[in-house]
């Protein structure tokens, strides 16, 4: 038995770009990279909405339709938690589809979201704290799955739900979750980890992380099967684009690359003062251009006196049109900068209070604008922060130094 597995196809991502076909050729790309397979598993996150456009979900039904025209010797043998009359007929008849939702797709509690309406279509069978057991030539497989909930609820959800593995199958498990240590957010830390995950499966799937890896922990094998477009345009998202294969009993579990997605390439400059900036990001640009498909290319650019950076980029754009897709921050790096981001540091660790943090700033400002340093400041910066412009006015005329 072969099972195809990829994740994160975000369809709809980057719409009303150039963009915004790239979700919809990699998924595709996927699908037919998937057709060799007896079963298709994917981890969620397959809108990047939570109510795509009807255009986008027509796309994405033409493509995830595929699997049911090719024929499967898989067989349903029973269900988990689900009524086995709640499968569309039309899913037996070619390659299915398992699919979990994830934190994009994810509507409230009593709503249908976007995976389950393509469940009730028949596209897909869709899980949810529950699970399906498959089968093909006497080899049984159990798939359960718990779709993308708020962290702050996963590890007590994931904890009472309590899914235990199916005697006589392999047993694979998939979730669409930050796991410690994979993914730590301080706005939303991750409630599962290694240690609570269930023992007993064979392989744990995990979705909503989109680097690719394969990794063992004792007595857990965890799959990352990643994204298979680009969203964020982050430095580890350059990693290469792929669906991976499981093959058992005998079990082999391999990475197929996606051969023809837009490549992505991140690079930090550090602009000399001494050399134009726009001959030194030309510089960089030049070794990534791709005569197949133009990459996108994510600059960040660190350096002093950047204000002519937004000129430069039209100017380099515009020159690059039909080679490059270019997106780039900027990062002063001049000491004003650095001694506006050290008070804001003082002050978040309380060693500096609002008052003083203000008076700090407004001291720098007086100085680079050549204001006498004989000026009160704690009196000035009481006067403003009262509204009493005029008074403020006066210790200003009275001792300028001009």
């Known amino acids: ?49 939570r109510y795509p456009r009807p255009d986008t979900i027509a796309k994405a039904t033409k493509i995830l339709s595929k699997p049911l025209f090719k024929h499967s010797e898989i067989k ?20 299915p589809i398992i699919a979990i939702h994830g934190t994009h797709d994810r509507l409230t509690k009593d709503q249908i979201n976007a995976v389950q309406l393509l469940d009730t279509a028949g596209i897909l069978f869709h899980l949810h704290l529950n699970g399906i057991v498959l089968e093909k030539d006497g080899v049984k497989i159990a798939i359960q799955g718990m779709s993308g909930v708020p962290e702050r609820y996963a590890g007590q959800i994931l904890e009472e739900w309590s899914p235990k593995p199916i005697e006589g199958c392999y047993n694979i498990l998939l979730l669409h979750q930050s796991i410690d240590p994979f993914i730590y957010s301080p706005q939303e830390p991750p409630t599962i980890s290694i240690d609570s995950l269930p023992e007993g499966f064979d392989l744990i799937i995990n979705g909503h992380i989109h680097k690719s890896t394969l990794e063992i922990f004792q007595t857990k094998k965890i799959l990352l099967p990643g994204s298979i477009i680009v969203t964020q345009f982050k430095k580890e998202e350059q990693d290469a684009k792929g669906i991976w294969k499981i093959e058992i009993p005998k079990e082999k579990i391999y990475f197929e690359k996606l051969l023809n997605t837009r490549k992505f390439f991140y690079e930090e400059i550090h602009i000399d003062k001494n050399k134009s900036i726009k001959s030194q990001i030309k510089e960089i640009l030049q070794k990534f251009v791709d005569d197949q498909k133009p990459p996108v290319v994510r600059l960040k650019i660190y350096g002093s006196s950047l204000s002519t950076l937004d000129k430069e980029i039209k100017s380099i754009e515009d020159e690059y049109k039909d080679k490059i897709i270019l997106k780039y921050s900027k990062h002063e790096s001049n000491e004003q900068v650095k001694r506006k981001t050290d008070y804001l540091r003082k002050a978040r660790e309380g060693s500096l209070s609002i008052d003083e943090m203000g008076i700090k700033i407004l001291v720098d400002n007086l100085n680079d604008l050549n204001f006498d340093n004989k000026i009160d400041s704690a009196k000035l910066f009481e006067e403003l922060s009262s509204g009493n412009i005029e008074e403020a006015e006066i210790l200003l005329k009275g001792e300028n130094s001009d």
Do not use: P, Q, Y
């Open 76 to 95: 349903i043998v029973s269900t988990i938690g689900k009524k086995i009359e709640k499968i569309h007929e039309r899913i037996l008849n070619g390659i």
């Open 1 to 49: 038995m072969k099972i195809s597995v990829f994740s994160d196809l975000h369809f709809g991502v980057n719409a009303n770009t150039k963009l915004e076909n790239d979700c919809f050729e990699n998924a595709e790309e996927a699908i037919d990279k998937s057709l060799d397979s007896d079963i298709i598993i994917i981890c969620g996150d397959i809108f990047d909405s």
